[in-house]
DNA sequence: AAAAAAAATACAATCGATTGTATTTTATTT
DNA sequence: AAATAAAATACAATCGATTGTATTTTTTTT
C-alpha cells in the first residue's frame, strides 16, 4: 500500500539515492548495467515517483491553471478539451476551476493556484470582472498569463487569443444587409467587456458602410440568457416599428427572441432575420437554423495553450505580447435565407 | 518576483520558522499577539503557502483526479461543473485530463495522477476500457475511487454513482409502447459497457411485460454516434417491415436516425416514434423533440464528488461500497408524440 | 606498474513547510 | 521569593527527490 521511494531502492541494491535519482531521469554519469538493475527493482517494487518532491526541489509544478466562468458552457468546454490536449502532450497537467462570473471567486482561485505554484496561467475572465489587479499580481511573481476569448486589456501578459470581434460583428451585420435588412437591432453585453464593445463596434461599422443610419435605442444591453433575448424581443414585439433584423451578440439571446417570434407568429427570416454569435451546438438544429459566427474553441485552447508553453519553454522573459486573432467564420444558416426546400 | 518564505519571515521578526508555521496554520501554541505580528509581516512581504512544499509534508495533495472520456461533451462537462463546484468548497483542487476513449491514455493517465498523489479519483471510463486492474492499482495504493455514469464492475471503490439505466431502459420501451409501439428497434452500444446492457435489460424487459415478443435482430450495436444512426436507419429504410418505434441509448444516435428520416419523407412520431438517452441540449430545440431520458450530470458530479470526500473525510476505511442510482426522468417530447398545436 | 584521466558512485545540502520534543519565558501557587 | 505549572518559542528531523561536490573505482596513458 504505501509507495516505495529512492531510497528504498536504493537499500535494496546497496546504493546511493542519488544514483538511483539519476538513474530514473536517465542520467549518464549512471553506468548502463546500473541503470537497467534500478530500473528493474524499480518496476519490481511498483515505484513511483513522488511528484509533489520532485516538483518541490524543482521549483516547478507542472501544472498550468485553467479559469473560465463556467465549464458546462459549451465554448470553455471545448477550449477546455483543446489546452488539456496540449498541455497533456507537453506533459503538463491542468487543474481546472470555474469563476462561476463573480470577480471574488475569480480572485480566490487565482491565489489558490498561486499557491499551487501552477507554471502558468490560461484564463477566460468573467463577467464582473471590471479590472485586473489580481490578474497583475501573477505577473509579478513571475506567473506566465495567457487570455483566450475573454481579457483585460492593459494587464501584462504572454499573449491572448482572440476572435475577431469587430469582424465578427461587422460581417454578421453586412451579411444582414445583404439579405435586405434595414432597419437592425443589436443585443450586446455588458460593455465592460471588450468583446461585446468590439461586436458593437464592427455592427456600427457595417451599418455606416452601407448608409444605414446608427439608431441608438437599436443596440440593447442585457446578460446575453435565452431569457434576455425573450424578454427584449417581447417588449419591442408591439412597437418593431420596421424593424427587419437582428445581430444578437451571442446565440443565446437569439434563440430567446426566436422563440419569442415564434410564438407570436412571426417568421424567421421573412418577418425577421436573426444572426447569432458562437455557434452553439443547438444554433444548428433549431429551426430555422440559426446563421451565426463561428469561435472554434477546439482551436482557440489549443492555440492559447501552445502560446503558454512556448513561452514556458522559452525560459520565462516576456519580450513580446503576442495576440492572435482568429477570424470568426460566418455560418449561413436558415435564419437569414429562405429554407432550403428538403427534397 | 520571488515568493516570501516562512524563514524569511521569521527572520524579519527574530522568530522561528516553525513558530510562524503555526501563526499561519492559527495554532493555539502561538500567542495571540505573536500570531497578529507574523500575519501582518507575511501580508508585507505578499506570502504565499508554498503547497508543493506544504503538501509533501502532510502527504496529501488537496487535489483530486477526474477522468472522463472527452471533456466536450455535453454531460461530461456538466458532470465535471458539478465536480469542482463540491470539491471547491471543500478545499480541494481537480486535475481534469481526458481519455478520448482509448484505455492506453486512461492507464497513462492514471499514471500520472498516481505520481501527483492525488487524495482521490473520480472517473467515467472509456468505452474501450474492458478490465480494471489499471483502477485496481489505484486501490491498491489506497487512493479512493468513486465511479460516475460508466463504471468497471468488480473493481474495488469507494462507490459509484449511476443512472438506473434499467430503468431507462424500461421506461423509454413502455413509454414507446403506450405511444402504441409494437415492433420496436433498439440502438444500443459497445456491449462490454454496463450502461447499454443495462439499458437493453430494461428494453427486453418492457417487451416481455406487455406481451411483445423479443427479435434479436431488433438490437442493433454501434458506436452510437450520429453518424451511426443515420447509417443504421439506412440500412433499413428498405426493409421497415413494421417497425414504428425506436429507443436509442443515446440522443445521438436517434438524432441521426431522425435526420434519416426527415430526408426520405417519413415523419416522426408518426411514421416511427423515436427515443433517445442522455437529454442533450440539442434533443430539446430539434423539431420534432426528442423524447429522452434525463441523467442529471451536474447532481451526478456533485455526488461522486461527495462521496468521495465524505470518505476521504472519514479516514479512508473503505468499508461499504456505496452505489447512488438515480432515477432518470423521462422527458415526453414530440417525437412521441402529436405536437402541441403552436397557437 | 605508476600516474593521470575519466567514469561511476557516494555524500550532503537543498527545496519550504510541518511537527514532535526540548528549552526558555511567563504565570501561578505556596 | 522559591518552586511549580503552564505557556510560548526554538530546535531539529522529516517529507522524497534533486544536484553540486567529493570520493572511489575503472580505464587509459606513459
Known amino acids: 500500500m504505501e509507495e516505495a521511494t529512492i531510497h528504498e531502492i536504493a537499500q ?3 546504493l546511493h539515492s542519488s544514483t538511483v535519482s539519476r538513474a530514473l531521469n536517465d542520467s549518464n554519469r549512471v553506468k548502463p548495467v546500473t541503470k537497467e538493475r534500478i530500473r528493474k527493482t524499480a518496476a519490481e517494487l511498483g515505484y513511483r515517483r513522488n511528484r509533489m518532491a520532485s516538483n518541490l526541489r524543482r521549483k516547478k509544478s507542472n ?30 497537467n491542468v487543474m481546472i476551476c470555474q469563476s462561476l462570473e463573480k470577480q471574488d471567486r ?23 470582472t471590471m479590472e485586473g489587479s489580481h490578474l497583475a499580481a501573477c505577473a509579478e511573481k513571475g506567473i506566465p498569463l495567457v487570455f483566450f476569448d475573454r481579457r483585460i486589456a492593459d494587464v501584462a501578459c504572454v499573449g491572448s487569443v482572440l476572435i475577431d470581434d469587430f469582424q465578427g460583428g461587422f460581417k454578421a451585420t453586412e451579411h444582414l444587409i445583404k439579405r435586405g435588412c434595414k432597419r437592425i ?4 453585453g455588458a460593455s465592460h467587456l471588450e468583446i461585446y464593445r468590439k461586436r458593437c463596434a464592427g455592427y456600427k461599422a457595417a451599418l455606416e458602410k452601407h448608409g444605414i443610419p446608427f439608431q441608438g435605442d437599436f443596440v440593447v444591453e442585457s446578460g446575453l440568457m435565452k431569457e434576455d433575448g425573450y424578454r427584449l424581443m417581447r417588449e419591442r414585439l408591439g412597437v418593431l416599428d420596421g424593424v427587419d433584423g437582428i445581430f444578437s451578440a451571442n446565440d443565446f439571446a437569439a434563440l430567446g427572441a426566436m422563440r419569442c417570434l415564434k410564438e407570436a407568429g412571426k417568421t424567421v427570416p421573412n418577418d425577421l432575420a436573426l444572426v447569432g454569435f458562437s455557434n452553439e451546438p443547438t444554433s444548428e438544429v433549431i429551426e430555422p437554423s440559426l446563421t451565426t459566427l463561428d469561435q472554434s474553441g477546439m482551436e482557440m485552447g489549443r492555440l492559447a495553450c501552445d502560446l503558454l508553453l512556448d513561452h514556458i519553454a522559452s525560459g520565462d522573459q516576456i519580450s513580446v505580447t503576442k495576440t492572435l486573432m482568429l477570424n470568426p467564420k460566418l455560418i449561413e444558416r436558415d435564419s437569414t435565407q429562405a429554407p432550403q426546400e428538403v427534397k
Open 63 to 92: 501544472t498550468l491553471g485553467v479559469i473560465v466562468p463556467r465549464i458546462s458552457r459549451h465554448f470553455f468546454s471545448t477550449a477546455i478539451a483543446g489546452i488539456e490536449e496540449v498541455a497533456f502532450r507537453g506533459g503538463y
Open 185 to 188: 437591432i443589436h443585443f450586446t
Open 106 to 128: 475569480e480572485k480566490q482561485i487565482i491565489d489558490n493556484l498561486m499557491e499551487n505554484r501552477v507554471d502558468g496561467l490560461l484564463i477566460s475572465v468573467s463577467m464582473q
Open 12 to 14: 535494496v541494491l546497496g
